[in-house]
């Protein structure tokens, strides 16, 4: 909106406001809006959360030393995603189709959380929507923004093959084009490639409400994969830079910058009052919706084989969990004390601190590594 007004009205009138056709200028006042919107609104939120007495419950089988957090105010992604919609709104061009699709499968992402913790803040209880009910409406919001790449492609915006990390000459179609002469078939020619989005932004999602069990620990994480995701949509948009790393130039996802940019900005405003200890956490309809985020901008870049690296942190508390299952149904026995990840740390004997402040260090690493393999093929 502001952009519009800015370099679309006043512009003619006034040369200087020429400085507003940047991508790297509205990203900034896009990062420092949702910045501002989170610290000055925080305090607001957290008085109406305990008026309100939505408080956090703590599942009985985690770790006993969390029984103190309950009652802490939570349903803060509320904040979190205020701050990432109104910023983008205000400095992208929101006729850019990618901008659009980021911002509603956020929305959507952080609509189920929020009926999830309503459930919860209702029954009095850690449970709120059923896993299976939680799982359909994320991957038919996964898939919708698979459906909306495809007409994308169909307008030669978009492209279906995958990049591989390390491979410069590997890009394999997710769509089978020995299906496409068939009109009958056209749903199993796109199948792979619609199972693929979904697989990647529904994991994407989950992974990071798993590692939303600290005081911090998620949000500070998102902060580093959204900062690297804002460096890959810039260069991907950028044709200098496309052409140096040999990548797919993608010109209209620069408007995405902004995107990501409000993603870091608001991420950081809530971890001033997420950080340990916390005076709020961001529930289902936060981890949900930045989880989500991230995924949709990976494929939408078509970088969602390195968004294993982008967030190795989420992926290794995924993972945790679905060897520790799987470990369990089969032998019996766990691997690890408790997952995810986190909680085995705390029951060996880590502090919460220290946990948090070396998983972002290795986050920080797994982040710099994903941008070191745009070069590294």
Not at 113 to 135: E, P, Q
Request: glycine content about 8%.
């Amino acid at each position: 909106m502001l952009y519009y007004l800015f370099y679309y009205v006043l512009h003619p009138h006034w040369s200087p406001l020429n400085v507003f056709r940047y991508i790297t200028v509205r990203t900034a006042l896009a990062s420092l809006t949702a910045l501002f919107l989170s610290l000055v609104l925080g305090p607001w939120v957290i008085r109406r959360l305990r008026a309100m007495q939505i408080g956090q419950y703590i599942r009985e089988e985690g770790p006993e030393r969390h029984q103190i957090k309950a009652g802490t105010p939570t349903m803060g992604g509320v904040l979190i995603v205020t701050s990432i919609v109104i910023p983008t709104l205000l400095w992208a061009d929101l006729r850019n189709p990618y901008v659009l699709i980021a911002l509603v499968a956020t929305v959507c992402f952080a609509a189920i959380g929020f009926t999830d913790d309503y459930r919860k803040v209702v029954r009095r209880h850690n449970l709120g929507l059923r896993g299976r009910t939680k799982l359909t409406l994320q991957t038919l919001t996964a898939v919708g923004v698979a459906v909306a790449l495809v007409h994308l492609k169909s307008l030669g915006q978009y492209s279906t093959e995958l990049i591989v990390p390390f491979f410069k000459r590997i890009h394999p179609d997710l769509v089978i084009g020995s299906l496409l002469g068939h009109p009958h078939l056209l749903l199993l020619a796109y199948l792979p490639f619609l199972l693929f989005v979904a697989l990647v932004i529904v994991g994407s999602s989950n992974a990071v409400n798993l590692t939303d069990g600290l005081d911090g620990l998620a949000i500070g994480c998102v902060v580093i994969a959204a900062g690297a995701l804002t460096a890959l949509t810039y260069v991907t948009s950028n044709a200098r830079w496309a052409g140096y790393l040999d990548i797919q130039k993608l010109p209209l996802v620069g408007e995405l910058t902004i995107f990501c940019g409000s993603v870091v900005g608001a991420s950081l405003g809530f971890l001033w009052y997420n950080a340990h200890p916390a005076e709020l956490f961001m529930g289902d309809v936060g981890s949900l919706a930045l989880g989500g985020a991230i995924g949709t901008v990976s494929v939408l870049i078509m970088q969602e084989i390195l968004l294993i690296f982008i967030g190795g942190i989420f992926v290794l508390e995924a993972l945790s969990v679905i060897l520790q299952v799987g470990s369990f149904k089969l032998t019996g026995r766990r691997i690890f004390k408790m997952a995810p990840l986190h909680h085995h740390f705390e029951l060996i004997g880590w502090s919460e601190s220290k946990i948090i402040v070396r998983f972002w260090i290795a986050a920080l690493v797994f982040a710099l590594f994903s941008l070191t393999t745009l070069k590294l093929r």
